[in-house]
């Protein structure tokens, strides 16, 4: 349901010039909801936007509960007037940006598309955009923030009802900016209709284990009417290292700037160093030049920083301003997280749950030349090939690899992980150990001086120990269990302060 706490009354005769009102001359609403409920005010029901619902019956609930007017596709026997729209799904969508006062008029819009790297390059962007105006607002799968009130609750699946009252409570907060994240299931649900965005951020379109073909095609079309709901003087930031992305945008032609790390491009990154825990870089844009140094490691989160300043170069900033926002972010919760407890090893959770993503995390890590000990969730609705294609990935890129599983029974756990081992040209060398809390403590305490260890598959996200039945978190684990370990200078100390043989006696 959308609320409007103004009250302020909508046309929807003015929202939907071209649609079809039966039973009146117009309708006027000050609420909207999807569900049968009971709301204050004057308020309309959408009719069908669930398509499991029993639109007659769910209809007559809403005009007993007080609904002033039908939202439907379809004519309805109905004693309210009611409005005939040719997708009531996108209507609905825009009717509840209209009752929430077309909030995304009021502020800087950013939305950041793609099928990787969203939830990354949205939250450099918001910090980017917070050196600049102090107060953004921010909705990603991680959590939200309406520029008043961080740690906000997020859904992957956000109806538009969710999504209008958090953009507007953000411009009501006078956030100067919004960055939202569009995750696909938003897209393919027309949840983002009605809104207007100043730029959109394609961060990537290469093929993604959880889409199919037929998936990724509904993607590209989002895309097109993301691109329509650009504001007059809106335009697309794209990364250019993409191919996939850059057909894309060659047939579309929309107004458009681009990043990149390897292709030529209006932003363009050079590589300066990579270190354990830190990478830096040197950002072109225009005529300006400037270093950037992060502690968030892989040239995949090195893009998602050229996304970001992107951005700002659309909206005319200076470099050094956009750098040092970018560079007040230095963790994301489960995005190449490095934990801190010890020296002797470096520890890093990441949420690569896919072939590709873990390639990705295992190239970053890769270049430090240290081994990799990585503890591997087996993935999530997953094919036989692609569990395959995880286990190449994973005997290929880690030196030592500890496969674990805390979704499924032991018996179905097992079956997963015979498939997994199915890519590995040598399965025997492949720990297998189902609690994963024992998994990331083995992996640890067994690993030496210098050695990285990757927690792979669950990122910031919580699980549950099968045996204890407690939900338990990577970072927590992974910090309680460097706590235990002895730093080098203890170790350097105990060795100084050992006996020592006197051969010579003392005079």
């Known amino acids: 349901m959308s609320r409007n706490t103004s009250r302020s009354s909508v046309s929807?005769?003015?929202?939907?010039?071209?649609?079809?009102?039966?039973?009146?001359?117009?309708?006027?609403?000050?609420?909207?909801?999807?569900?049968?409920?009971?709301?204050?005010?004057?308020?309309?029901?959408?009719?069908?936007?669930?398509?499991?619902?029993?639109?007659?019956?769910?209809?007559?609930?809403?005009?007993?509960?007080?609904?002033?007017?039908?939202?439907?596709?379809?004519?309805?026997?109905?004693?309210?007037?009611?409005?005939?729209?040719?997708?009531?799904?996108?209507?609905?969508?825009?009717?509840?940006?209209?009752?929430?006062?077309?909030?995304?008029?009021?502020?800087?819009?950013?939305?950041?598309?793609?099928?990787?790297?969203?939830?990354?390059?949205?939250?450099?962007?918001?910090?980017?955009?917070?050196?600049?105006?102090?107060?953004?607002?921010?909705?990603?799968?991680?959590?939200?923030s309406d520029g008043s009130q961080s740690g906000l609750e997020a859904s992957d699946n956000a109806d538009p009802s969710q999504l209008s009252q958090w953009l507007k409570a953000s411009a009501d907060n006078e956030s100067p900016a919004a960055v939202i994240e569009l995750s696909d299931e938003m897209l393919r649900s027309h949840a983002t209709s009605g809104m207007e965005f100043d730029v959109v951020l394609f961060t990537g379109l290469r093929k993604s284990q959880r889409l199919d073909t037929l998936q990724a095609r509904g993607v590209e079309n989002a895309m097109h009417r993301i691109i329509g709901q650009l504001k007059g003087h809106g335009i697309v930031v794209y990364n250019a290292d993409d191919a996939r992305l850059n057909r894309w945008i060659e047939r579309h032609q929309p107004h458009a700037i681009s990043y990149g790390l390897d292709a030529v491009a209006d932003v363009r990154g050079r590589r300066l160093c990579s270190l354990p825990g830190e990478q830096s870089m040197m950002i072109s844009a225009g005529t300006c030049v400037m270093p950037i140094t992060s502690l968030i490691l892989g040239d995949h989160n090195a893009r998602h920083m050229l996304g970001a300043a992107a951005v700002g170069y659309a909206f005319g900033l200076e470099l050094f301003e956009i750098v040092q926002g970018i560079e007040r972010l230095q963790r994301i919760p489960g995005r190449m997280q490095r934990v801190l407890g010890s020296d002797r090893c470096t520890v890093y959770i990441d949420n690569s749950d896919q072939a590709d993503r873990l390639a990705v995390a295992m190239h970053a890590l890769s270049r430090h030349g240290a081994p990799i000990t990585c503890v591997a969730e087996i993935p999530d609705a997953a094919t036989p090939e692609q569990l395959a294609a995880f286990g190449r990935v994973l005997e290929r890129s880690a030196s030592r690899v500890i496969l674990t599983q805390s979704r499924y029974s032991t018996q179905l756990g097992q079956k997963l992980a015979w498939q997994v081992l199915d890519g590995c040209e040598h399965p025997a060398s492949i720990q297998i150990v189902p609690n994963r809390e024992a998994a990331i403590e083995l992996a640890i305490r067994s690993a030496r001086e210098g050695d990285q260890v990757l927690l792979a598959g669950w990122g910031?996200?919580?699980?549950?120990?099968?045996?204890?039945?407690?939900?338990?978190h990577d970072a927590e684990i992974a910090s309680a269990i460097l706590s235990t370990l002895p730093t080098k200078s203890a170790e350097m100390g105990e060795i100084m302060d050992s006996p020592k043989l006197r051969i010579f006696g003392a005079r």
């Not at 909207?32 to 936007?49: I, K, M, Q």
């Not at 004519?75 to 929430?100: G, H, N």
């Not at 910090?127 to 909705?139: E, H, L």
Request: net charge neutral; aromatic share 6%.
């Open 12 to 144: 929807l005769r003015q929202v939907f010039p071209s649609a079809q009102i039966v039973g009146a001359d117009d309708i006027h609403c000050v609420q909207c909801a999807s569900t049968v409920e009971r709301c204050d005010g004057d308020w309309v029901y959408a009719a069908g936007v669930d398509c499991q619902s029993d639109l007659a019956r769910d209809t007559i609930d809403a005009i007993n509960l007080g609904a002033k007017g039908i939202l439907t596709e379809q004519f309805l026997p109905s004693s309210v007037p009611q409005c005939i729209v040719p997708d009531v799904r996108e209507a609905y969508a825009q009717l509840c940006q209209a009752v929430a006062g077309k909030p995304t008029d009021r502020m800087l819009t950013i939305a950041v598309v793609g099928t990787h790297g969203k939830t990354t390059a949205s939250l450099m962007v918001a910090s980017m955009m917070k050196r600049i105006g102090k107060r953004v607002a921010y909705y990603t799968s991680l959590g939200a």
């Open 460 to 472: 910031a996200g919580r699980w549950t120990n099968c045996q204890t039945m407690l939900v338990k």
